[in-house]
């Protein structure tokens, strides 16, 4: 197994290779104990944002060579993903007050849970998810983390290669200046999406550690930047209304129907309302505002694995990259939300791409604004298969030393079937919706709370202080939000009319 051994300042604590069976399951042990000791424990009520140097674990057997910079660009390009084109669409139908309120709490909460998380990771030592959840539940605890890490990072990446899979021929299409699609294995989405896990994703994802991934992910940073300027940009130079706006309110009819439908008059005064931004709204469409949410704000199976490369690791340190990482996502998903749908208005689509294509697909900004998306989200593809290998590792190889050849093929074969599932079952991706809708929140919400309650050892923190409290209501929050998504999710399917058939 990679992981390595961790020891705080004064003693030495083994991961859970080493110390499992040795240490009962689910009870705190005087060893759990000894890791943080009396004079650093956790305080009661300890603020998730404070800074308290004397309370730092540091671990100091496992020398992690990741610079703080660089760990703030991977664990951001981790949360950038294909959430940010769900964004502008969530705008649409919560408005924009709603919006920003919805969009700070789900901020601020996947902040508590990255705290909860190196809380957690501190007492018993180990920075692995899975290995969290066995030392609060024991194996089924593991294997509940380590399958929502794999659904929700497959469900992740599965989105991502759609995207290149739909994107890519149009870009290339374009750059040839084809104005028909044509039958070259170079306009062939399933060929693309082939062709760039092969000569991109995989050598990245075959990289044994993650840190060596801060340049790519810089990398991809500085594409969704290039996206959100020309997303601002777009707004000033996209007329509204779009004649297509009419078509899509009245049910994606061609230009000339609608235009011998409406009456110019009647066509002005829609006009008008429709090029009005709402600030508060309220309909059948804003349940699905938490779900694309929360998605976007996933990272919590890279936060650990991002922390055991860190150097000079230390609990205050991983917060503030996690703050400062959340922090710059939730400035760039506000504003690409905020002027994507300030072009669009009610127009806009569950994906912004596919919005802008519709005004002019030939348009060379717009079309520099795919490859930055498609090299963002390529780019994203190996961090996120990172913790999908790891804890693969954590199931089925825990007590074995690291391997090449393992390592090569499990991220081979993770690669093959994402692959096979985007090329040949593109319609499963429907599937993930659901899964969106039951691991994000569990992963977010769920877990780090009850792992939380679980580790945290009652002499330091009875089961009714403040923190465990809280995390016990963080917990039931998540179930809320898992039990309200599912029930939309399926209200949607049973009356047929789902319209979120967005990428993510
Ligand atoms: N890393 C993930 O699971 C999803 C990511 N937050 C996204 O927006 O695409």
Not at 111 to 139: D, M, P
Request: aromatic content about 12%; some cysteine; overall charge neutral.
């Amino acid at each position: 197994m990679e992981a390595p051994l961790q020891m705080e300042m004064v003693e030495l604590v083994p991961n859970g290779k080493h110390l499992e069976g040795l240490l009962p399951v689910a009870t705190p042990t005087a060893s759990n104990q000894r890791v943080e000791g009396p004079g650093r424990s956790c305080v009661e009520g300890e603020g998730f944002l404070q800074k308290s140097p004397s309370k730092e674990p540091h671990f100091t057997d496992f020398e992690g060579k990741t610079s703080f910079g660089m760990s703030v660009f991977n664990l951001s390009n981790a949360i950038m993903g294909s959430g940010i084109l769900g964004l502008a669409y969530a705008m649409a139908n919560t408005g924009i007050i709603l919006f920003l309120f919805l969009l700070t709490a789900v901020a601020l909460l996947s902040s508590y849970s990255i705290h909860l998380l190196l809380k957690s990771s501190g007492i018993v030592g180990i920075r692995a998810y899975e290995q969290l959840g066995y030392r609060a539940f024991g194996t089924p605890g593991k294997l509940a983390a380590a399958l929502a890490i794999t659904l929700q990072n497959i469900g992740a990446m599965s989105s991502y290669l759609y995207i290149i899979k739909s994107e890519l021929p149009l870009v290339i299409q374009t750059f040839l200046n084809l104005e028909e699609q044509t039958s070259g294995w170079y306009t062939n989405g399933n060929y693309l999406v082939i062709l760039v896990s092969v000569i991109v994703i995989l050598p990245l994802a075959l990289m044994r550690q993650l840190g060596y991934l801060g340049y790519s992910s810089g990398f991809s940073l500085s594409c969704m930047v290039f996206f959100l300027i020309a997303v601002i940009y777009k707004k000033f130079h996209v007329p509204c209304p779009l004649p297509l706006h009419f078509a899509n309110i009245t049910g994606n009819f061609s230009l000339s129907e609608v235009i011998k439908e409406e009456g110019q008059l009647q066509m002005e005064t829609d006009a008008t309302a429709f090029c009005t931004p709402s600030y508060f709204t309220l309909n059948t469409q804003t349940a699905y505002t938490i779900p694309i949410m929360a998605f976007a704000f996933v990272c919590h199976p890279e936060v650990l694995p991002i922390y055991t490369e860190l150097k000079d690791p230390s609990k205050r340190k991983m917060q503030h990259i996690s703050n400062l990482s959340i922090a710059v996502m939730y400035v760039m998903y506000f504003l690409a939300a905020l002027f994507g749908y300030l072009t669009f208005y009610d127009g806009v689509e569950s994906e912004l791409l596919h919005t802008y294509s519709k005004v002019d697909s030939f348009d060379v900004l717009i079309l520099c604004v795919r490859v930055a998306v498609l090299t963002a989200v390529t780019l994203t593809v190996p961090i996120v298969l990172f913790p999908v290998r790891r804890a693969i590792q954590q199931m089925m190889f825990q007590d074995q030393e690291f391997s090449w050849l393992r390592h090569v093929l499990i991220a081979l074969s993770l690669l093959t079937c994402i692959n096979l599932l985007v090329i040949f079952a593109p319609n499963i991706l429907g599937i993930f919706g659901v899964i969106g809708a039951t691991s994000a929140p569990c992963l977010i919400f769920i877990f780090p709370a009850i792992f939380y309650f679980r580790i945290m050892p009652i002499e330091k923190e009875p089961a009714r202080s403040t923190p465990k409290i809280l995390a016990l209501c963080f917990a039931a929050l998540g179930l809320l939000l898992m039990t309200m998504s599912l029930s939309f999710i399926i209200i949607d399917w049973v009356s047929g009319t789902s319209q979120h058939g967005g990428s993510h």
